[in-house]
């Protein structure tokens, strides 16, 4: 009887020491999992930053051909509206003079 309690203590003693290790296990697989996670948005966070920036410029860079672009377009267009008042101003000047004439 007593080699019987005293295999049921050592049991017990085994199934404690099977808890406390499975307890320290899991412990520490969730600060290895949070560990983990933290690594995780931290890389995440640094790649979205430099996919922010490269947007970024990518934007500017786009904004800059426009602006070019929208210069050169006006710049043909003064140039084009200066041609034709040159060319025209005399016939522009008769053609107001008989208007204020008609009245």
Partial sequence: MNQVIKELYDIEAQAGELLEHAASSKQKLQESKKNQMEE??????????????????????QAEEDMQDLVACSQQ???????????????????????????
């Fill in 40 to 61: 995780i948005s931290v890389g995440i966070a640094a790649e979205l930053e430099g996919r922010m920036a490269t947007l970024q410029a990518q934007l500017e860079e």
């Fill in 77 to 103: 267009q003064i140039e084009r509206l200066n041609k034709e008042y040159t060319e025209n101003l005399r016939s522009y000047a008769r053609e107001i003079v008989r208007k204020m004439t008609e009245v």
